[in-house]
């Protein structure tokens, strides 16, 4: 009870008060929409600059934590996919956007919260590690196995613009790309610079947060509920056991392996919202999804943190 009271309530808190301005009207739509953009445009994506720049590559990026972590999540995208094809009936298009719901976790806006206020600061760098390759893996993946989908028959070049397109215009891929860029040049930060993007990101959580609470807000649930309940069953339960499984059989380092599973253990973020918009398909499942896995993973990630003390 200590756990769920100290570490994962004072994060839903932050989205519950915006979930409440907005359904209250002391938050306008329009000033959700404005902190959602900053947030995902260019706070966050100045925290993973940052993270990125400096995070030591060598020690950081175990290849044990990362194919477990992803290997869990390539498994789960295809049990979505597959699932709503076999249980649902959903056209292939549709398969794919639920699949990527189920590939998705928040790693950010509530997997590093989440994982700072049971461990420490000290105890993300494997939560960075993940975050660095999240989006390049998971929107690489997902926009492949769409292109795919709406072009059969097309030449593969037609495709392979389509996802070089898609991946290039994100700005939390752009960030990342020029941490690395910068980490492996040497390349000096400015300490002024330094200082500024400092002050951007103590903005960047907290803002991220209130701002889910009130995307949320818009996209109350409505229908498809079998298929919403298979993608919280995948998120929140398969996902992180998968990410367990695989963890200890590749002998993690405890650290990484805690990272590794409470980040498996998240709901899926906003972007599977938005990869679903992009594309037209399973709108309606994306954004409920995201809302009452949201409001799920409050009582499955005390249980992951619980099952997690005796690591």
């Known amino acids: ?12 808190l932050v989205i519950g008060f915006g979930y409440v301005a907005v359904w209250k009207e002391l938050f306008p739509v329009s000033g959700i929409d404005g902190v959602m953009r900053f947030t995902q445009g260019f706070a966050i994506p100045c925290l993973l600059f940052k993270a990125i720049a400096e995070i030591d590559l060598q020690n950081s990026f175990d290849p044990r934590l990362l194919s477990s972590f992803y290997a869990g999540a390539t498994l789960c995208f295809f049990a979505g996919m597959f699932g709503a094809r076999a249980f649902f009936k959903r056209d292939w298009e549709d398969c794919v956007a639920i699949g990527f719901c189920c590939l998705f976790s928040n790693s950010v806006l509530l997997g590093l919260p989440i994982t700072e206020r049971a461990y420490g600061p000290e105890a993300l760098t494997g939560n960075f590690a993940i975050v660095a390759l999240h989006s390049p893996f998971c929107y690489g993946l997902g926009i492949t196995v769409m292109e795919i989908t709406r072009n059969r028959g097309k030449s593969p070049l037609v495709m392979a613009r389509g996802v070089a397109s898609a991946m290039f215009r994100n700005a939390l891929v752009i960030g990342i790309a020029l941490g690395f860029f910068v980490n492996l040049t040497g390349l000096p930060i400015p300490t002024v610079v330094d200082d500024a993007l400092s002050l951007i990101i103590r903005a960047a959580l907290p803002a991220a947060l209130f701002a889910l609470g009130g995307v949320l807000f818009q996209y109350r649930p409505e229908g498809d509920l079998r298929a ?20 200890k059989n590749l002998s993690v380092p405890d650290e990484a392996f805690r990272s590794g599973v409470l980040t498996a253990a998240m709901a899926p973020g906003f972007n599977a919202y938005i990869f679903a918009n992009m594309y037209g398909r399973a709108r309606r499942v994306a954004a409920s999804s995201v809302l009452l896995a949201t409001l799920g993973s409050i009582l499955t990630v005390w249980v992951w943190l619980v099952l997690l003390e005796g690591i």
């Open 1 to 12: 009870m200590q756990t769920l009271l100290e570490v994962i309530l004072p994060v839903f």
């Open 228 to 247: 919403i309940t298979m993608v919280c069953a995948i998120t929140l339960v398969l996902h992180p056991a998968l990410m367990w499984l695989f963890g």
